[in-house]
């Protein structure tokens, strides 16, 4: 994926508000923890380019295993048991579960591995072949990239019909 992370933490956001109107935590920070964490597994491209140096895939460091996400996400659900304050914990699962979405997108035609640290084995259910150069033109020209797309419509859409409501609600037609 390359465009679709934010706008899918987006809708997953938007889900969320929608599922659980009386959550206790502001609209604002579930739009913002949903958008951050469905992008944030893309951190370690800091530690690729400038550390690194582009020796290994990306995909195989900490932000892009699985397990680190589950853990983040039964933290959270421990803290939902346990802290005095429940709304760290919902926005901590929020964040792990955009997190997880990320690698479940990824895993359409990138490289996850899905059961790292203990197998040093990808997976991916499409594969684009690298037709074109530079690299990334394969993608963009990959059928994958029209579900991308979608993703980024759905969310625009959805972005829209909330301003029109916010919107007839402010000039009075929400009565």
Same mark, same amino acid.
């Given at each position: 994926m390359f465009i679709a992370h934010a706008p899918s933490g987006y809708l997953l956001a938007q889900a969320i508000i929608k599922k659980c109107p009386n959550?206790?935590?502001s609209t604002k920070a579930i739009? %913002?923890?949903?958008?951050?964490?469905?992008?944030?597994?893309?951190i370690d491209m800091l530690y690729f380019y400038l550390i690194d140096h582009r020796q290994h895939h990306h995909h195989t460091y900490l932000t892009h295993w699985p397990i680190s996400w589950l853990?983040?996400?039964?933290?959270?659900?421990?803290?939902?048991? %346990?802290?005095?304050?429940?709304?760290?914990?919902?926005?901590?699962?929020i964040f792990a579960v955009a997190?997880?979405?990320h690698l479940m997108l990824d895993t359409l035609v990138?490289?996850? %591995?899905?059961?790292?640290? %203990?197998?040093?084995?990808?997976?991916?259910?499409?594969?684009?072949?690298?037709?074109?150069?530079?690299?990334w033109l394969s993608f963009f020209?990959?059928?994958?990239?029209?579900?991308?797309?979608?993703?980024?419509?759905?969310?625009?859409?959805?972005y829209l019909q909330?301003?029109?409501?916010?919107?007839?609600?402010?000039?009075?037609?929400?009565?």
């Open positions: 959550i206790g935590v739009l %913002w923890v949903g958008i951050i964490g469905a992008i944030f597994p893309d853990v983040l996400l039964v933290l959270a659900l421990l803290l939902s048991r %346990w802290a005095a304050s429940k709304n760290l914990a919902k926005l901590l699962g997190g997880f979405l990138g490289d996850v %591995w899905w059961f790292a640290p %203990w197998v040093d084995q990808s997976y991916r259910l499409f594969t684009v072949e690298a037709l074109y150069k530079p690299w020209l990959h059928w994958s990239f029209g579900v991308e797309l979608l993703i980024c419509l759905a969310a625009a859409y959805v909330n301003r029109m409501r916010d919107f007839d609600l402010e000039q009075g037609g929400g009565r």
